[in-house]
């Protein structure tokens, strides 16, 4: 049986998650249409190529000039991200259907959501549109991970980032898919698959439901959603320190291995 799987964003949250898509794919979990929002949809593009050690090395053996970047512009540069796709040495999982990604394209000031299919698409413009959808607003004094990590733990920016937005800082630019809808990219749930897997990082599946507002019941009975144990801090989404990274891997990959299975299948 092959899953439907869609990935939400996290930024470097995503260590955990990969850990566990790779646990998945040791115990042979294949699917058959993906869908990925930020850094789901980095890890959505390994996955598509079956590069599983290709996302485990990324991971655990981060280049220290991600590690030592600093934010600085209306956006963080996530060039040295998308240059680790580019690099990428391998083909697409023929058998998986679709392959959705969204992000923002921002006009007048304003944010909407587009989504693209992009299987079978040039490699060249479909990472591109991964590059967008993990494409962060910043618009900040110039600082390193750290300092934005500690500077996010007693800040909210979604104010000034709508003061950005109604200043134009943002037009013509396009920009996280989680902006908007960091939730479900619902086109996955079009496909014949009869268990979705959901990898987030915290809440049970019961509050995520809940989330999703409206969507039929039949939908919500396909949904398995897994999240890890230990709580994650927001500004976590900028902890690219090898030791959370490895560590947040690690918790990933152990709760794969322990998954589980028939689960995938009855719920």
């Keep these: 049986m092959r899953f439907g799987l869609y990935l939400r964003g996290g930024g470097a949250k995503g260590a955990f998650q990969a850990g566990l898509l790779c646990a998945f794919w040791q115990r042979g979990v294949q699917y058959s249409v993906i869908g990925g929002t930020s850094i789901g949809a980095v890890n959505g593009w390994f996955v598509l190529h079956n590069a599983y050690e290709e996302m485990k090395e990324f991971y655990l053996h981060m280049d220290q000039s991600v590690t030592d970047m600093k934010a600085s512009g209306s956006v963080i540069n996530n060039s040295l991200l998308v240059k680790k796709l580019q690099d990428l040495q391998a083909n697409q999982d023929s058998s998986v259907e679709a392959f959705y990604v969204n992000y ?61 937005l109604d200043r134009h800082v943002y037009d013509g630019l396009h920009l996280d898919g989680g902006l908007l809808n960091n939730l479900l990219i619902r086109n996955v749930l079009d496909h014949n698959c009869p268990r979705l897997l959901v990898l987030g990082y915290e809440g049970s599946r019961e509050e995520y439901l809940e989330s999703l507002g409206d969507l039929p019941v039949s939908d919500r009975e396909r949904i398995l959603y897994l999240a890890s144990d230990e709580p994650f801090d927001g500004s976590d989404t900028y902890n690219f320190t090898p030791e959370f990274l490895k560590r947040r891997f690690s918790q990933g990959y152990d709760k794969g291995m322990s998954f589980p299975l028939i689960k995938l299948i009855s719920g």
């Design 104 to 164: 923002c394209p921002v006009q007048n000031g304003t944010l909407r959501e587009k989504v693209e299919d992009l299987k079978g698409t040039d490699e060249a413009y479909a990472i591109s549109r991964i590059g967008w959808s993990a494409l962060l607003p910043y618009n900040l004094p110039e600082m390193d991970f750290a300092e934005l990590k500690r500077y996010m733990d007693h800040t909210d920016l979604s104010l000034k980032f709508q003061e950005d």
